[in-house]
């Protein structure tokens, strides 16, 4: 028995698809949703993500800008940059795109972010809200991991649920959404003693830890759903996730591939962010 391959590709055309419907309605009310995306530096990866963000915007109809600053942006300028985009009306979401360039100091740019902005919602604020159940807006992989988990028909409530990474980005909030849909939730990560054992507990497996391949189907439980949100490029060039593709695929029930897995469903989540950013903003206008 093979797994059933769950496409994020098609999950998040389908997403988008309805967000289009949501934008429309939207315009008919004056409003037209728009997304400040800004990037510092030229790091490759950065750049084609931004470019990714940027074309979804397009498909959608939402109105996006970028600020594209150079590697020698002085703090002081990113935070005035910030500041501007906080204040700007046409402007409903702000993205960052991380990691910074090692001379300016992440948590302070994010910490200057207009909450009601923050459709990366990475702000201290938004976090504490996921952290209490009460998120306006659900950072973008992990809602994207949530919806995988449900295309692949399992239901979440009382499962063993294994997450391995414990990121800001991914591993942490994807835990505390999990526990908000019940499932019995354990986090691994470089320090945890037995990882084969634990991760073959799991019903459902998130791996987010940013090394190539290193769980293999022998630490999977047959049958468990698996989703990979890594995102690796090997010295050959190819593009492999955290997770063994091959050798999983014979042991789970469900598996994502990468690409074509989490990937596209950060990007249908972030625009999910903005077009929710532009409707929250009409009403506290
Ligand atoms: N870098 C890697 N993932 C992300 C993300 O989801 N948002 C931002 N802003 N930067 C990232």
Redesign the pocket.
Known sequence: MTAKIISGKQVAARIKESLKNEVGLLKSKGILPGLAVVIVGSDPA?RI?VNSKKKACEEIGIYSEEYALSEETTQEELLRLVRTLNEKKDVHGI?????LPNHLNEKEVINTINPDKDV?A?HPINVGKIMLGEPDYLP??PAGVMELIKESGIDIAGKECVVVGRSN?VGKPQAMLLLQQHGTVTICHSRTKNLKEVCKRADILVVAVGKPQIITGDMIKPGAVVIDVGMNRLENRKLVGDVEFDSAVNVAGAITPVPGGVGPM?IAM?MKNTVKAAQIQLLSK
């Open positions: 950065s993500y993205l960052v795109q991380l990691p990366d990475f973008c992989t980005i950060t972030l």
